[in-house]
C-alpha cells in the first residue's frame, strides 16, 4: 500500500482557516464563557458562517461535500483552543447531522440537513440514559405504536446541543418491542425540539465543557407520525453503533487538538519562566517533558488520520476508530497533566488556559464509550 504523509492544499488551507478563526474569535472570550457556563450564540453563529456544520455533508442538502480528514482537521483546530466550542461542533455534526444524512429518508433529509448545515440550527443524540450508559441496549426509553403514531415515553441525560434556543431535532433511540431472542428491539426517531410532551432542561455545574450546551431530556406520551422512524423498525442499535464509529473520530479529534493547545502553552511557559537563573525550558527535565509530549500527539495525529482515511476510502475503520479515540484521549490526559506541572502553581490558576484544559480533557476518556468500552471494542475486533 503507497504510504503518503501529506495533506492536500485544500486541507492545509483549511486548517489554517481555522486556526486563525479559532484564535481570533474563540479564544478571547473562552475563559469567561467556561467561568459563566454560557452557550454562546454569537461564537456558533460564527463557526456557521465558517461552514463549520456539514462538512461531509453533500451540496445536495447544503453541505460542503469535504472528506472526514477535513472535518476531522476543523475539530481539532477548534479544540486546541476551547474544547466547549469544539464540542458544539463535534456533536453537532457526528451526532445530529450523521445520522440523518447516512440513514434518514430523502424526505427527512430535505426537511432537516440545510438548515442543520447552515448551522441556523442544532441537533442533538439521544442515547445516554440515567441507567443506561456505557450499557445501552439497556435503553428503557420506550416508543409503542398507537395507529399511525408512535407514544414516546422516557428520558434521557448528558444530551449535547439538545437545549438550546436553536435546537430543531433530536435523534432519540427508543425500545420499540423485543427480539425472538428476547433481546430489546431497538429504533430511531427524529423527534422536533417543539414537539408537545418533550421537556429539555439544560446541565449545569459541569466540571468541564462548561460553555457546551448539555441536556436532560425527558418524553411524557409524546406522540410522533410513523414517518419520524429513522430508517427502518429494529435498525436503532446498528445505526447507534455506527453512529458512534464515527462520533469516536471526532472525540479523537478534540484529545489530538487539547493536547496539541496544552502543548503550545507549556512550551511558550517553559520558554518565558525562569528559574535559577535560566529559562525552565533549559534544564533537561523539562526538555524531556516537551519532549515525550510532542512524540505522543505526533503519534495521536498519525493514528488519527488513518482512522479518518480508511473511512474516506469505505475500508473498515470500526477497530481503528477506536484506537484513535482510545489513545488520542489518553494522551490528552498525559499532555495536560505535564503542562500543568511545567507551569507549576500558576497550572492551578483559571486565569491560566492551561487549568481549563486539565479539566476538558477528562471527558474525553468517559463520553462517546469509556476507555473501558474502547478496549472492549478493540478486543473483540482482535478475537473476531
Known sequence: MALCFDLTDEQNILRQSVR????????????????????????????????????????????????????????????????????????????????????????????????????????????????AGS????????????????????????????????????????????????????????????????????????????????????????????DALLGKRGDGFRQMLQTLDGGRLSIGAMGLGGAQGAFELALRYSQERKQFGQALVEFQATQFKLADMAMEIEAARNLLYKACWLKDNHRPFGQVAAMGKLYCSEVMGRVVNEAVQIHGGYGLMQEYDVERFFRDQKLLTIGEGTSEVQRIVIARHLIG
Open 20 to 131: 486563525d478563526f479559532a484564535e481570533r474569535e474563540i479564544r478571547p472570550v473562552a475563559r469567561d464563557l467556561d467561568a459563566r457556563e454560557e452557550f454562546s450564540y454569537e461564537v456558533t453563529r460564527k463557526m456557521a458562517d465558517m461552514g463549520l456544520f456539514g462538512i461531509f455533508v453533500s451540496p445536495d442538502y447544503g453541505g460542503s461535500g469535504l472528506d472526514y480528514v477535513s472535518y476531522i482537521i476543523a475539530v481539532e483546530e477548534i479544540a486546541r483552543v476551547d474544547g466547549s466550542q469544539a464540542a458544539t461542533v463535534a456533536a453537532g455534526n457526528s451526532l445530529g447531522i450523521g445520522p440523518i444524512y447516512y440513514f434518514g429518508s430523502e424526505e427527512q433529509k430535505q426537511r432537516w440537513l440545510p438548515k442543520l448545515c447552515t448551522g441556523e440550527t442544532l441537533a442533538g443524540f439521544g442515547l445516554t440514559e440515567p441507567l
Open 135 to 226: 450499557d445501552a441496549g439497556s435503553s428503557r426509553t420506550k416508543a409503542v405504536l398507537d395507529g399511525d403514531e408512535w407514544v414516546l415515553n422516557g428520558s434521557k441525560i448528558f444530551i449535547t446541543n439538545a437545549a438550546t434556543d436553536i435546537t430543531s431535532v433530536i435523534v432519540v433511540q427508543a425500545v420499540t418491542g423485543k427480539k425472538s431472542d428476547g433481546r430489546n428491539e431497538i429504533s430511531c426517531f427524529l423527534v422536533p425540539a417543539d414537539a408537545p410532551g418533550l421537556t429539555r432542561k439544560a446541565m449545569h455545574h459541569k466540571m468541564m465543557w462548561r460553555a457546551s450546551n448539555t441536556a436532560e431530556l425527558y418524553f411524557d406520551d409524546l406522540r410522533l407520525p410513523a
